[in-house]
């Protein structure tokens, strides 16, 4: 069919094909959660319904897009990896990010009331998106862990700061003075010694966030069957199925990646 005349804006749109060989990485960030944590009467520091919701969110994104090898969320964000030899669509960041970025934020609102029943969503909430490539599987663990060691940074400073607010009476300027300066020792501290809270048994959810990976389960169903020269019956049938499975555990350390060997690719 002939061209039209207009046919020559397509010639603006860039390339923007991400690197072959390189894991992907998409990673999503609430928009404005602050507001949205206190409109929402979020749980301080940790609500499970928010955190639950996330994590329902990111299982959509990996059961309906293809090729995420594993996602890691803490907070209001989600980190997506696609695997290095992905060739959906064509690589093409734009596709990709905002593939991840709507289907997640559909389904954050579509699976709203799983975890908040009858409170309502007061405004349609926003997620920012971006990708990042990263050639080596040292590079991708790196990244994995810079964002888990912000989750337990976060996490241990607001736990402490939210008990001596709410168990130790201190306002919030007051929690704020008193943990200026102060090391990770140092919290750890104030919370076994003045509130007997051993932070190593704080929730591992919150303290390590979660990761989804796929895998592979056996199932049995029983199906009704006819065989031959015998009456139609039930016959247990075990078929292995691929299931996005979600873990609360470090994943900085090796032992986590030597357990699922599948997840990356080998470097060579
Ligand atoms: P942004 O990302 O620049 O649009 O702005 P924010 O406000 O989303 O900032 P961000 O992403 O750095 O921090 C996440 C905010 O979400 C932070 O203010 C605390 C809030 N938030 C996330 N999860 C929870 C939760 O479980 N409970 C409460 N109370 N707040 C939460
Ligand atoms: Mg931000
Ligand atoms: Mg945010
Ligand atoms: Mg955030
Ligand atoms: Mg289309």
New binding site residues.
Partial sequence: MAKSKFEYVRSFETDDTCLRNCYIVVRL???????F?EQHQ??????DR??GLMSRSARSVMEELEDIIISYGQ???FSFVFKKTSTWFKRRASKLMTHVASQFSSSYVFYWKEFFGEQPLLYPPGFDGRVVLYPTNRNLRDYLSWRQADCHINNLYNTVFWTLVQKGGLTTTQAEDRLKGTLASDKNEILFSEFDINYNNESALHRKGTALIWEKRDETVSKRMKLPNEEEREVPVTRSRRKVEAYHCDIIGDQFWEEHPDILEDDN
């Fill in positions: 960030d609430g928009r404005n959660f602050h507001k944590a979020f749980a301080k520091p940790n609500d928010a955190l907070s209001d964000e």
